[in-house]
């Protein structure tokens, strides 16, 4: 092959991935789980980042759709598949994923839940991001037992984003 088929075939690949996506998202309950699980299962191992991107949110979106159970678990499968991605398009997706993952999850678990988030993302330079690490700060000290603990936790989110803020 040459080098015009392979970017064609490339594209073509591309344009299957969305088309995937786009079945899934014109679909509900359990017809759209299905067309995501095709597209992740399909291109879960790809390194094209604008296909690892719609896996990235045909997984957020299978996730939303089911109980909270399974929700945690396909949201942790997703953090697994790509953890090592840097591309801030893919990484929104993982952080807002992260993000419904502790909003399901109580207690001692959903305050190690917000602190995985907050260790994986504290570094990113994307605005999007960052908002998904302030808000899980910002959870994180509502999931607090203790005033003292609150006030701690509120006082790193303060000082971990006053200087974006100035």
């Known amino acids: 092959?040459?080098?015009?088929?392979?970017?064609?075939?490339?594209?073509?690949?591309?344009?299957?991935?969305?088309?995937?996506?786009?079945?899934?998202?014109?679909?509900?309950?359990?017809?759209?789980?299905?067309?995501?699980?095709?597209?992740?299962?399909?291109?879960?191992?790809?390194?094209?980042?604008?296909?690892?991107?719609?896996?990235?949110?045909?997984?957020?979106?299978?996730?939303?759709?089911?109980?909270?159970?399974?929700?945690?678990?396909?949201y942790d499968a997703l953090l697994d598949s790509i953890k090592d991605a840097d591309e801030p398009q893919i990484l929104e997706w993982v952080a807002s994923a992260k993000s419904l993952n502790q909003a399901n999850v109580s207690g001692v678990d959903g305050i190690a839940a917000y602190d995985i988030l907050i260790y994986r993302f504290k570094d990113a330079e994307s605005p999007e991001i960052l908002k998904w690490v302030a808000r899980a700060m910002y959870y994180k000290g509502y999931a607090l037992a203790g005033a003292a603990e609150k006030t701690s936790a509120y006082d790193a989110l303060f000082c971990g984003f006053a200087a974006i803020a100035m």
């Open 1 to 74: 092959m040459n080098e015009s088929s392979d970017s064609q075939e490339a594209k073509g690949i591309v344009a299957l991935a969305r088309a995937m996506y786009n079945e899934g998202f014109a679909l509900s309950g359990a017809e759209a789980i299905i067309a995501y699980d095709h597209l992740i299962n399909r291109f879960t191992n790809s390194e094209v980042p604008e296909i690892l991107e719609l896996v990235a949110k045909a997984t957020y979106w299978k996730g939303a759709a089911l109980s909270n159970a399974e929700m945690i678990a396909t």
